[in-house]
């Protein structure tokens, strides 16, 4: 069994895989849009360019996301997601790309679990963590 994250962005998902693709390498490995549905009736012609479903790679992690229902301001409320970096130069680095524009929780730093753990959230307000931890004995 695999558990997916699937994230709405209410009409900024193709800003957002952008986004990811320069922030933290992300691959697209499908998109499609409204207007390619087979079932046109309720497509509304606003919404006919937007990203009905889309699936991207960051790293080993395949993250699926959608512009929903292109309602407007997207909620990410009470989730985050976690990226592990190999070093604490990769951790900086990811940290400092993706809030960039967004929001710093907890500013990276060394905590007694990680080399550099930081908390933000995006200029979406996808919630990140980032670590890079340290060795468990």
Same mark, same amino acid.
């Given at each position: 069994?695999?558990? %997916?994250?699937? @994230? *709405?962005?209410?009409?900024? #998902?193709?800003? $957002?895989?952008?986004?990811?693709? =320069?922030?933290?390498?992300?691959?697209?490995d499908?998109?499609?849009?409204?207007?390619?549905a087979?079932?046109?009736?309720?497509?509304?012609?606003?919404?006919?360019?937007?990203?009905?479903?889309?699936?991207?790679?960051?790293?080993?992690t %395949?993250i699926? @996301? *959608?512009?929903?229902?292109? #309602?407007?301001? $997207?909620?990410?409320?009470g989730? =985050?997601?976690?990226l592990?970096?190999?070093?604490?130069?990769?951790?900086?680095?990811?940290?400092?790309?993706?809030?960039?524009?967004?929001?710093?929780t907890?500013p990276m730093?060394?905590?007694?679990?990680?080399n550099r753990?930081?908390?933000?959230?995006?200029?979406?307000?996808?919630?990140?963590?980032?670590?890079?931890?340290?060795?468990?004995?």
């Amino acid at each position: 069994m695999i558990v %997916q994250s699937y @994230l *709405s962005f209410e009409g900024r #998902a193709e800003e $957002a895989i952008e986004f990811y693709k =320069s922030a933290v390498g992300a691959k697209v490995d499908v998109m499609m849009r409204f207007k390619e549905a087979p079932e046109q009736s309720m497509i509304t012609p606003e919404s006919r360019d937007k990203v009905m479903h889309a699936a991207i790679k960051i790293g080993d992690t %395949q993250i699926l @996301l *959608s512009d929903g229902r292109c #309602a407007g301001k $997207a909620s990410f409320s009470g989730i =985050s997601l976690t990226l592990s970096a190999d070093t604490a130069a990769e951790a900086d680095r990811l940290f400092n790309a993706l809030s960039k524009g967004g929001q710093v929780t907890m500013p990276m730093g060394e905590t007694f679990f990680a080399n550099r753990f930081g908390i933000c959230s995006d200029k979406f307000g996808v919630g990140w963590m980032v670590i890079n931890g340290k060795p468990m004995d």
